[in-house]
């Protein structure tokens, strides 16, 4: 071969190699182009899921929603305590105390300050509320489900409700933290019903009591609850708000701080 | 740069699998993806929402990326940035002693400073683990049994 013959040929193989270089390149794009598009098309069809899902959970507002005795709609707590039906309620504080009953922080909190809330509730000296929510349920769906015991939260919100109609509310409130399992371990019926009769609930109550629980007469109003929760502005627990303002974790911790708080919030 | 393409593609899978695990579960929670945002206290409680939708798309988005070795450089970099974003959010709760109780670290709830201690460290040591990993296919992207020939 000539050496203008070589070259030629050494050109030609270039631009073959050029073209196949060009090709690849063209291909490769053209990848990575349609692989972005899959992948955007999947989000953007994920993206349909929680919108679509979040339209289920509304608040059922209808009249006939059964609420245990002394719930209100305007907050569907559990007031405890003589301070609401005092003459002078309006310059006594409100205490609304946020809970979940699978939540171990609040078993904590209860036992380091319940006692010293009841006793302030029940001198009149704070208005207290008992707010029940159950956003642990979702977050605790796995382990609650593994140990055959889900939405714990929820059945053990029910019971709550229950207890309150057979005038228990406190033992019974008393009773739940201190049986409560390790966290996801959760509760089911008969693990209820047995802090129920530890709360005193008894007889033809226990019967009530059970078959409340058993009908879940008070689905709605635990939904509600935890609605608000949400609403307004919420996503832990325990959480305790003094006349509208929340407590830092330290205080509401703390019996002696917690009532020297209180006792301020009351000379205002 | 030569690369260690089948490390690559075990950093590759495992990250998409830690990613699309995660995102997927978010997905399916979204209250509780927004849920745990505002318990963290870090962004303003307005935002909650759009990251509680917006986190695990892009979670997903990412885990698809490398799951099949597209576009490795830029996903295994975001993703390292995603999960220093992580660490910071748990180190930033654990510093400032938060009692706070949302569900996020799942059973086994020992709330006192050195169970928290605990879990803290076990979630921070995963996520700069699994940071690594980003950071290594950000350097390293040529990785085996991807769509992109690099």
């Given amino acids: 071969m000539g050496k203008e013959s070589a070259k030629a040929a050494k050109a030609a193989a270039e631009k073959v190699r050029a073209q196949a270089n060009a090709q690849e390149r063209a291909r490769e794009r053209k990848i990575r182009l349609i692989g972005a598009i899959v992948v955007l098309v999947i989000m953007g069809g994920l993206l349909a899921i929680p919108l679509i899902s979040g339209k289920n959970k509304g608040p059922d507002t209808s009249a006939t929603a059964a609420l245990p005795q002394g719930v209100t709609k305007d907050t569907y707590g559990v007031k405890i305590g003589s301070a609401w039906n005092a003459a002078n309620a309006d310059t006594i504080p409100t205490f609304d105390v946020w809970e979940d009953f699978q ?3 609040c078993a904590d909190m209860e036992s380091k300050s319940g006692a010293k809330i009841l006793e302030l509730a029940a001198a009149g000296k704070v208005r207290l509320q008992w707010r029940p929510t159950i956003f642990l349920d979702s977050n605790l769906q796995a382990q609650n489900t593994a140990n055959n015991k889900p939405n714990s939260s929820m059945q053990a919100t029910l019971a709550f409700g ?4 057979q005038d228990a509310a406190q033992a ?22 047995a802090v129920a009769q530890v709360a005193g609930i008894t007889g033809q109550s226990l019967t009530t009591f059970t078959d409340c629980l058993t009908k879940k007469t008070y689905e709605s109003w635990v939904n509600n609850s935890f609605d608000l929760f949400s609403k307004e502005g919420h996503s832990s627990t325990p959480t305790g708000i003094l006349n509208g303002t929340e407590l830092q974790a330290g205080v509401l911790f703390d019996p002696v701080k917690l009532e020297q708080a209180i006792t301020d919030a009351t000379k205002k | 740069m030569k690369g260690h393409p089948v490390i690559g593609l075990a950093a ?21 993806a927004r ?14 929402s759009s990251l509680g939708y917006g986190l695990p798309l892009l979670e997903i988005g990412l885990g698809l990326l490398l799951l099949v070795g597209l576009f490795t450089k830029v996903s295994g970099f975001l993703s390292a940035l995603l999960m220093l974003g992580f660490v910071a959010g748990i180190a930033s709760v654990w510093a400032r002693g938060y009692s706070i ?26 996520d700069l683990l699994f940071c690594g990993l980003g950071f290594w296919l950000y350097v390293w992207p040529r990785t085996l049994l991807s769509l992109e020939k690099n």
């Fill in chain 1, 172 to 193: 019974f409130h008393s009773a739940l933290f201190a049986a409560q399992p390790a966290e996801g371990k959760g509760y089911n019926n008969a693990d209820l019903t």
């Fill in chain 2, 12 to 32: 590759r899978l495992v990250l998409a699998a830690v990613l699309l695990y995660a995102g997927g579960i978010k997905i399916l929670e979204p209250h509780g």
């Fill in chain 2, 101 to 126: 109780d949302c569900g996020c670290f799942g059973g086994g709830g020992d709330i006192s400073p050195a169970g928290r201690a605990a879990r803290y460290s076990r979630e921070i040591a995963r």
């Fill in chain 1, 162 to 165: 229950c207890a309150v109609d």
């Fill in chain 1, 103 to 105: 939540c171990p922080a």
């Fill in chain 2, 35 to 48: 849920d745990a945002i505002l318990a963290y206290r870090v962004f303003p409680a307005s935002w909650a």
